[in-house]
């Protein structure tokens, strides 16, 4: 039962070039304020940022409520609330990350050399502490490899990316394909206030390494942790694509460039092609400042850049890759569910074990009835989006 929330102006992506909307979040909650004049973000970079942290402040406000001291997690990520202030930590931008990270590589050759299929390619996700805690989304996750049908054996080429050491070390504890990508000077633990420098500096960070591991030749399906593995998905993707991205919302059409994607899943090849998408992809952050990567991605789909090195791009069907936003109607098609369109960590977890019963209901079923019993989830619920609608936020993204 796909959210039957309006669907975007048509004229959303002509705008792309003279004047950017300012956009929030990956996931659906990405154009929330993209009505705002966007004179007052020109140029300046630090106007930029402390608008948008004051746009950023009033929203939240506006949505949460001066009480409410959950984790907010917005499309994909996970934002923190300061609870003390009931204003979301600010931080001027600070220093740019020592990107060379040369004596890392090794030991990322040899984890990621482990963990590798026989073609080359890993499985990817990336962790810090709070999604990481026992009972959190990293549980959740695992749990889908395991009750999923034939995914548990996907488990072994599984590399989990540690932002932070506490979640390192409970991927040591759970699972055997760990890695910590520690950015010296740079806490990823718990606190990525959504959208201040620390929070696109994490975004950023995570394509900057993906970049890194196609450089070593890897291909890879990267997937957010919150998102449940039900099937293997391999089957389901294209060949001899560089570049395929699962969407919040799918519009019928894999080469259709309007579809909208969500960075959060996506499965990439290694060669020139992309080799070449993602060192332009991560520049871009320069050219857009204040943008996190998927919004990026956006933009940047349309450069002619992208034409001329011939990097072949598709976006995968909700009806396999679904989610939250636009939930895979049938069960005995589904691969993965990501949960986005989600407001709050809490609810997040809630919405994501009905999602785990209501699988684990499904596969217990024997197949005759598996085939003909019209099933469905029983999720989004906390996670739904009519709590926002209240607050009279316009959403003309959130199909
Ligand atoms: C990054 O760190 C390395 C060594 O740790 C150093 O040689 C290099 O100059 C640094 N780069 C920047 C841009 O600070
Ligand atoms: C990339 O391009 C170079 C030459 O530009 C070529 O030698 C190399 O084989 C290409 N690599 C791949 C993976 O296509
Ligand atoms: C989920 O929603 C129900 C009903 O609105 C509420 O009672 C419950 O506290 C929520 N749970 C979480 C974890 O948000």
């Not at 789909?301 to 976006?315: C, N, P, Q, S």
């Amino acid at each position: 039962m796909p959210l039957s929330l309006p669907r975007r102006p048509p004229t959303f992506h002509r705008r792309r070039q003279a004047q950017l909307p300012l956009r929030l979040d990956a996931g659906c909650l990405i154009d929330m304020l993209s009505e705002s004049p966007p004179s007052c973000l020109r140029r300046n970079l630090l106007l930029s940022l402390l608008s948008l942290l004051l746009l950023v402040s009033v929203y939240c406000l506006l949505l949460l409520g001066a009480d409410d001291r959950s984790p907010l997690s917005l499309g994909r990520s996970s934002l923190y609330w300061n609870s003390a202030a009931g204003f979301p930590s600010v931080f001027l931008p600070s220093p740019v990350v020592n990107l060379s990270h040369v004596s890392e590589e090794y030991k990322l050759e040899k984890v990621l050399k482990a963990a590798a299929m026989k073609d080359g390619t890993v499985i990817l996700t990336t962790l810090n502490e709070a999604w990481a805690v026992p009972g959190s989304i990293f549980d959740l996750f695992l749990e889908s490899f395991r009750i999923g049908d034939d995914t548990r054996r996907l488990l072994k080429h599984l590399v989990v990316i540690a932002l932070d050491m506490k979640a390192f070390q409970r991927c040591l504890a759970v699972h055997s394909h760990c890695f910590a990508l520690v950015t010296e000077g740079v806490d990823f633990s718990s606190e990525a206030y959504f959208m201040t420098a620390d929070y696109l500096k994490m975004m950023w960070r995570r394509i900057d390494f993906l970049s890194t591991v196609l450089d070593m030749e890897y291909n890879f399906v990267f997937t957010d942790a919150d998102v449940m593995w039900f099937r293997d998905p391999f089957p389901q993707f294209f060949i001899d694509v560089d570049f395929q991205i699962a969407c919040d919302h799918y519009t019928g059409d894999s080469e259709d460039m309007e579809n909208r994607p969500n960075g959060g899943f996506n499965y990439v090849q290694s060669n020139n092609r992309s080799i070449e998408f993602y060192k332009f992809w991560y520049s871009s952050r320069e050219t857009y400042p204040g943008y996190h990567d998927q919004d990026v991605f956006n933009f940047i789909k349309y450069d002619t850049f992208v034409t001329e090195i011939g990097l072949k791009i598709r976006f995968l069907d909700t009806a396999y890759f679904g989610g939250f936003c636009e939930p895979s109607e049938d069960l005995n098609q589904v691969c993965t569910m990501h949960a986005n369109c989600c407001v709050g960590l809490d609810s997040k977890i809630h919405d994501l074990r009905i999602l785990l019963q209501d699988w684990k209901r499904y596969s217990s079923l024997p197949p005759t009835l598996k085939r003909s019993l019209i099933t469905s989830w029983r999720v989004p619920q906390n996670c739904s989006l009519d709590s926002l609608r209240q607050y009279d936020v316009p959403m003309n993204n959130t199909q």
